[in-house]
């Protein structure tokens, strides 16, 4: 049986918008870029000459240029240039263990019937649209991209925060006169701000890089780790189980920090 999996080559990534993702011939790599804009003046100016060209060649009476030329309207709006010839391919493609291109676009040149200005097309690269054989279109159709990474170390950082405040706690007991008790919790709450602000950036990038579409907005850090993490587990439905594990790790690391304070208040009320 021959193999019908599309030529390697650059082909719009599945997940990410505006994106191109490098195909090897059997699976995804981890070279991605971002698709090529080419200004619509130069286009405009292109189309504008053919278009006179064609003009004078029909006054002259060449049969060739009968067909009606049309020029779309300038509209101010930059385009997505659908040909990457100046896109070298990769020096060594990673493995990505995704799906095969089963309905992605490849960045071939523009066709001359398609207006410059059109929205690119979902249809299947042209080397599996040609395909002949109903089997290999059916598990085209069938193909799905699922990222296989969900969780990273930052991930894991962002579940462990709480214990920060567990580690600035001996500064104030080594330290009684000159650190206050109040001055060592406003310390351990800024650092752990900016161990979530920052670990949270970095969750996003892996995710993005990973191919995740969808991605926990940092906003749920205003609700602690926990409401971030909760998110997490809601956003990547598809890939949950390292975020509920992460979810639930987060959720013993409150317990250790919080249970010092909540003995000390049963330990006060009994007395």
Same mark, same amino acid.
Do not use: K, M, N
């Given at each position: 049986m021959s193999d019908h999996r599309p030529d390697p080559g650059w082909y719009d990534d599945p997940h990410? =918008?505006?994106?191109l993702r490098w195909w090897d011939g059997r699976r995804w790599t981890h070279h991605t870029r971002p698709k090529p804009v080419v200004p619509y003046a130069e286009i405009e100016e292109r189309f504008t000459g053919m278009a006179g060209r064609r003009d004078g060649a029909a006054r002259d009476g060449d049969p060739r240029d009968n067909r009606q030329t049309r020029v779309p309207p300038y509209t101010g709006a930059p385009m997505i240039a659908q040909t990457i010839n100046d896109v070298a391919e990769p020096s060594a493609a990673a493995p990505y263990p995704y799906t095969a291109p089963g309905s992605l676009t490849p960045a071939s040149p523009l066709p001359a019937s398609v207006a410059p200005h059109s929205?690119?097309? %979902?249809?299947?690269?042209?080397?599996?649209?040609?395909?002949?054989?109903?089997?290999? =279109?059916?598990?085209?159709?069938?193909?799905?991209?699922?990222?296989?990474r969900a969780a990273g170390?930052?991930?894991?950082s962002l579940a462990l925060a709480p214990l920060l405040l567990v580690l600035t706690a001996p500064a104030g007991? *080594?330290?009684?006169?000159?650190?206050?008790?109040?001055?060592?919790?406003? *310390?351990?709450l800024a650092l752990l701000? %900016?161990?979530?602000?920052?670990?949270?950036?970095?969750? $996003?990038?892996? %995710? $993005?890089?990973w191919g995740h579409g969808r991605r926990p907005s940092?906003?749920?850090? *205003?609700?602690?780790?926990?409401?971030? %993490?909760?998110?997490?587990?809601?956003? *990547? $439905?598809?890939?949950?189980?390292?975020?509920?594990?992460?979810?639930g790790v987060?959720?013993?690391?409150?317990?250790v920090v919080i249970a010092p304070f909540v003995d000390a208040l049963a330990s006060a009320v009994a007395t």
């Open positions: 990410v =918008a505006l994106s929205p690119p097309s %979902l249809t299947a690269p042209s080397s599996a649209a040609a395909l002949g054989s109903g089997a290999a =279109a059916r598990e085209s159709r069938a193909a799905e991209f699922v990222p296989d170390f930052a991930l894991w007991q *080594l330290f009684p006169a000159a650190v206050p008790v109040g001055a060592t919790f406003a *310390l351990g701000a %900016l161990w979530l602000i920052t670990w949270a950036i970095r969750d $996003r990038a892996a %995710l $993005r890089a940092p906003w749920w850090l *205003l609700l602690g780790p926990l409401g971030y %993490l909760a998110a997490r587990v809601t956003v *990547l $439905r598809y890939r949950r189980t390292t975020s509920t594990i992460a979810l987060c959720v013993v690391a409150h317990a």
